[in-house]
């Protein structure tokens, strides 16, 4: 991934027994060209060794203040020299450390002395997790401009089921990439992390605003092996969703098959053609304030698929279409429509085909793209078409797209500007 070559991280490892995942997720990192500096704590080194960092890193693990060998300043010049911090997995304990300003161990004294984006992956048992203090604290390092990945549910070491688990190494990894590319446009940190607190005022948050998205493709069955689909790859509608979540708005997330994780925090529905996506788009629609259509509807689907495989013949084979119902237009036909965002990826005339789909499906705001350049790809150049004419966003990776194109909806809503 060449936008992620020159990326450096400081990996901070808590004691934890999730510790062990920190091996893989260096070890992805690493492959996706993120340069990753250890730094453990004590405890860490009784869950996972700092050899098997230091051989998975290629540097030397950073675990005690007193015996660097940098002038006693690692502290300081660790962060100095990283693009972001990540603690992962991040205790209780660390996290209600990092929540106070405490520095009495290197890992907390440079998370103190950092100059740079701090991304903290908790993991812990479900009771620790909801304990009121947990809570206050996470709620604390969000304040603050901290980015919390996960936690995630499921089985937990100790025994029991619930909050808390550290998100899986690869999906970490998924979001500290991304993390990482979007610094390059946002000039090194999320959203709330590159400005100051001063600036963070004139972010539009969105925070409760219930947004229905649609990503991905769609798949219409032929018979019980082949199907009609298209190039999507779901990428611009799960970044949609990463961005809303970062301004706080609640997300249900309606997706054709994709090979991608959903971004935390969403609430994921997974369909397969677009009856599925219609029906489930139907199911949700009342309790949305904004709907975003950024799926690859397929156009039509097989009117009368088989069930079985269908055998080769000799002669031709005609398949008969029937158009599918244009989910967005319905949406927007609604009596109490919520505010509705359209897609319209088109590989030639691409203002004047944006232009007329928006009238078309009467929606307040429509961004468009060309098909050749957007689908599939990381980075994407969209233009978004209002009611007051064109803006055209310069093109950067599709996460910083969707900030930008969030940040203008956001206006929007705010304004109630919904026809
Ligand atoms: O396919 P088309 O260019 O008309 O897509 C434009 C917008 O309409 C996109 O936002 C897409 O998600 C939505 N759409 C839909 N249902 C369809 C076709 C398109 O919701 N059947």
């Not at 070559?5 to 400081?10: F, G, L, M, P, Y």
């Not at 934890?16 to 091996?23: P, S």
């Not at 677009?274 to 009342?286: G, N, P, S």
């Not at 705010?414 to 026809?419: A, C, D, S, T």
Request: contains cysteine; hydrophobic residues 45%; charged residues 20%.
């Amino acid at each position: 991934m060449e936008q992620t070559q020159a990326k450096r991280i400081v990996l901070g490892i808590t004691g934890g027994i999730a510790a062990y995942k920190a091996a893989e997720l260096a070890r992805l990192l690493i492959k996706q060209g993120v340069e990753v500096q250890v730094a453990m704590t004590g405890a860490a080194g009784h869950f996972i060794t700092a050899t098997t960092m230091q051989a998975l890193s290629g540097k030397p693990v950073l675990m005690n203040q007193w015996d660097d060998s940098s002038n006693g300043m690692a502290h300081i010049n660790l962060s100095r020299a990283a693009d972001a911090i990540v603690i992962a997995p991040a205790t209780a304990d660390f996290i209600a450390k990092l929540a106070h300003g405490l520095a009495d161990d290197l890992l907390s004294a440079l998370c103190l002395a950092r100059n740079c984006p701090l991304l903290v992956a908790p993991a812990m048992n479900r009771q620790m997790w909801e304990n009121a203090a947990t809570q206050r604290n996470i709620a604390q390092l969000i304040a603050d401009g901290v980015t919390i990945l996960g936690p995630a549910s499921g089985a937990q070491a100790c025994g029991e089921e619930g909050m808390g688990r550290m998100v899986e190494a690869e999906e970490l990894a998924a979001e500290i990439v991304a993390f990482l590319q979007s610094n390059k446009s946002l000039n090194g940190g999320s959203l709330s992390l590159a400005l100051s607190p001063g600036e963070r005022g004139q972010i539009q948050r969105m925070d409760g605003v219930k947004i229905l998205i649609t990503a991905g493709p769609t798949y219409e069955a032929i018979d019980a092996v082949r199907g009609i689909t298209n190039r999507s790859s779901g990428k611009m509608g799960y970044a949609v969703a990463q961005a809303a979540l970062e301004l706080g708005a609640e997300v249900t997330l309606i997706s054709g098959p994709t090979a991608l994780n959903k971004p935390h925090g969403a609430r994921g529905v997974d369909v397969t053609s677009a009856a599925e996506m219609f029906a489930a788009v139907k199911q949700q629609v009342a309790a949305c304030d904004i709907f975003i259509g950024v799926a690859a509807v397929a156009d039509y689907r097989v009117a009368q698929t088989s069930e079985q495989k269908i055998k080769r013949g000799d002669s031709n084979m005609t398949l008969e279409l029937a158009p599918n119902p244009d989910i967005l237009a319905y949406v927007a036909s609604l009596k109490n429509p919520p505010f509705c965002v359209g897609f319209a990826a088109e590989s030639e005339n691409l203002r004047e085909h944006a232009k007329a789909k928006r009238k078309a499906k009467k929606i307040p705001l429509l961004a468009a793209n060309l098909a050749q350049q957007a689908i599939g790809a990381d980075d994407n150049e969209l233009i978004l078409f209002d009611d007051a004419g064109e803006h055209v966003l310069p093109r950067s990776d599709k996460l910083s797209q969707a900030r930008e194109l969030l940040q203008h909806l956001a206006q929007l809503y705010r304004q109630g500007n919904k026809r």
